[in-house]
């Protein structure tokens, strides 16, 4: 333990800090990176690098300043942002990376902090940055951006449904007992106000009876129309299972004509729009539906969550609707605009925390 008369004094006009037995540090601003022309040093202390305004040139005129002793170190402690500087330092190496939620030092906090907190933010994309230290990033290509996931969530009250359904996403695999995938169950309604609702992720790797039995539940607590699975994989097991739990379920099969990622994309295509809310925090769903790209999916294991929320919100939003027709003589002189109405008629009828990086 420091004794009182080892306390440094500070010197505003200098920015500097010195200690009794010679030693010194100086401060100095992200936004007056040419300060650091000039000074050397054999450490640094980079606080909140993710925030910084001009971070790549700062950066590189404090390097050229760490050139003292045998072995110069710097320190970054910051909340971790997407920054190409602070992913390269990452990979690099000789450097260590430490992280810490808030939640760690909540015997330091204020309890009504803590809660308030907790009920606004936790779960959500700032939350996960700010208090859980995680760095969170888009996949290149991908359907879902981070930013079209926040603009979905929702938090005040659910308008009136018009259809609820749960939709499962079967895993071909016995269970929890054989390390395979688990069983996609999302639960989605459609709004008196056109929009769809996320409702609930009820996902689990679990054997058949479990699994059917969470699936039945969902259906019974949201009062939902229908049940429905694919077909193509697993179909005819799931109906099975749901049958077995509760033979009264309404229940209906969906056929994939087309891969996950062009069933994806029209529901991608919603969200842009700004048609979908979740209702609620579902990190996990989140993630897999970020990590959906044009290629393929890039994330761990299978994407079970966001294919239950695809075929949830395809039976909900994109089914076809009931062909248009027109019928009428064309004279030679019929107006431009007007045959231009008639084909678009048709058309439509047809198609219809903290972070610390150091070395």
Known sequence: ??????????????????????????????????????????????????????????????????????????????????????????????????????????????????????????????????LNAELLEDVQGALWTRDMLERARYTGAVPGLRRVVVAIDPSGTSGQQDGGDAVGIVVAGLGADGLGYVLADRTVKA??????????????????????????????????????????????????????????????????????????NFTELEDQLAAMTGDGYGGDGSPDRADALVWALTELMTKPETPAACFGVWGTHAAQSDKSRLDGLITAGALTGGFAVSR
């Not at 909540?106 to 939350?127: C, H, V």
Request: net charge positive; charged share 25%.
């Open 1 to 130: 333990m420091r004794q009182p008369w080892f306390r440094p004094t500070y010197e505003p006009s200098k920015r500097r800090v010195e200690w009794p037995n010679g030693c010194s540090a100086l401060a100095f601003s992200a936004e007056e990176s040419d300060r650091l022309r000039g000074p050397q040093f054999s450490f640094g202390w980079c606080d909140e690098l993710a925030a910084w305004q001009n971070v790549q040139s700062t950066w590189d005129m404090f390097q050229f300043g760490l050139r003292l002793g045998r072995h110069p170190r710097w320190l970054i402690t910051t909340t971790p942002r997407a920054l190409k500087l602070l992913k390269e330092l990452m990979a690099m190496p000789d450097v260590v990376t430490t992280s810490g939620s808030t939640f760690e030092n909540a015997a330091n906090l204020a309890p009504s902090f803590l809660k308030s907190i907790r009920d606004r933010y936790e779960g959500t994309r700032l939350g996960r940055q700010e």
């Open 207 to 280: 054997s058949p009876g479990i699994w059917g039995a969470r699936a039945v539940a969902a259906y019974r607590e949201f009062k939902a129309d229908r049940i429905v699975a694919e077909r193509n994989f697993g179909g005819a097991m799931v109906e099975h299972v749901i049958r077995t739990v509760d033979p009264g379920v309404s229940y209906r099969e969906v056929t994939a004509s087309r891969g996950k990622i062009q069933r994806a994309e029209p529901i991608a295509a919603l969200y842009e729009q700004s048609r979908v809310r979740h209702v609620g």
